[in-house]
């Protein structure tokens, strides 16, 4: 039986704390996955980078334990960048979800959401539902693991990150979370925009009219009409946002 050198042990270990970072940030892994699964699967990352991709040339062993502690921190960082880019989409999903059910009026109906254990809006779990089930569908998920064998060629075990040039990238790319959350919402605002303006006028015409109790019913019945209508383009949009994720996530890596 021949044991791994100490190169071998410590390029695994930064691939088992890079994977770890990024795993357990991943929200395709979020409460329901048990931590055991995770620190598994970090392991089998760890173990198939080690078999495919070759240390990188100059890693050797550390003489202090705080340079480890560096390494294993670097290393982290580097996880939670990747980590951070799936994030985005879905943050952008769950904006989306809260804006489309405030203008329908359905803030008070909160159900649990499984992936973050808390209390959420039902047309925002059921678009991060859906998302989820997008990324399965479309194999995704594979590519988001590949994209994570890849960033060990882009950013290789045990070196320093310097360059600063995509931070203006990940400032831009967060920002696009507002503007595509409007524009996925934007027919439903434009809606309860016409209803609101309508009872303005009603209660205006018609004083003894209860246009508050009124216009709750006419907003959701038209919000839902619309938004069947519109369902196709919103998942065009969503679809679209889903496919770049894996090249995206290599983007926010600072090399």
Not at 38 to 56: E, G, H, Q, T
Request: proline content about 5%.
């Amino acid at each position: 039986m021949v044991f791994p050198d100490s190169v071998t042990i410590l390029y695994a270990t930064g691939v088992f704390f890079r994977a770890g970072t990024f795993l357990f940030l991943l929200p395709l892994l979020g409460r329901p996955v048990p931590i055991q699964i995770r620190i598994a699967m970090a392991v089998f990352l760890s173990y198939s980078a080690v078999l495919l991709i070759p240390p990188p040339e100059g890693l050797a062993m550390f003489t202090h334990w705080s340079s480890l502690l560096a390494f294993a921190l670097v290393e982290s960082f580097l996880g939670f960048c990747m980590a951070l880019g799936v994030l985005l989409l879905f943050h952008l999903v769950q904006t989306a979800g809260e804006l489309i059910s405030s203008q329908m009026g359905l803030m008070q109906s909160n159900i649990l959401n499984p992936m973050s254990g808390s209390q959420e809006s039902v047309l925002g779990t059921g678009l991060m539902m859906l998302t989820l089930a997008m990324i399965f569908i479309l194999d995704v998920h594979h590519e988001i693991l590949y994209g994570f064998l890849q960033s060990l060629h882009i950013a290789p075990v045990g070196t320093v990150p310097m360059d600063g040039r995509n931070v203006e990238f990940v400032l831009y790319e967060t920002g696009k979370i507002f503007l595509i959350s409007i524009q996925m919402a934007a027919p439903i605002i434009a809606v309860n925009y016409i209803v609101t303006l309508s009872f303005a006028f009603l209660g205006k015409i018609i004083p003894t009219m209860n246009v508050l109790i009124l216009s709750f019913s006419v907003r959701l019945m038209l919000g839902f009409l619309v938004l069947t209508l519109v369902f196709y383009m919103l998942a065009q949009l969503l679809l679209r946002f889903i496919s770049s994720t894996p090249e995206r996530m290599l983007q926010f890596l600072p090399f």
